[in-house]
């Protein structure tokens, strides 16, 4: 396989950490490598972290986040398919495709 044909992969990391732990955690985070975007957040989820990289580097990196001791739980949705924000705003209706 050549390297042309190996194709980026992007996914996005919903973690939840134990409570009074987002500070230690996010100094973790930020030395880990493919990531490109980490958000703070209120919700279920504590931060969203954005991955990019080869299928094997962002496997690599969501086991190592789970590897954290501050770690309640996580959720890993990977992108199949990105659109630019231009075309699929072109194409809504009042919020419907």
């Known amino acids: 396989m050549s390297k042309d044909s190996i194709r980026s992969q992007k996914a996005y990391v919903l973690i939840r950490v134990r409570p009074g732990n987002e500070t230690e955690f996010y100094e973790e985070l930020k030395s880990f ?5 980490i958000d703070l957040v ?3 989820f504590d931060f969203v972290v954005v991955a990019q990289g ?3 580097d962002i496997d690599a990196l969501v086991l190592r986040i789970r590897k954290s001791p501050y770690l309640v739980n996580t959720e890993t949705m990977t992108v199949f398919e ?11 209706d009042y919020g419907h495709l």
């Open 33 to 37: 490598p493919n990531i490109v975007g």
């Open 42 to 44: 209120r919700g279920a």
């Open 54 to 56: 080869e299928a094997k």
């Open 82 to 92: 990105a659109f630019p924000w231009e075309e699929v705003t072109g194409q809504l």
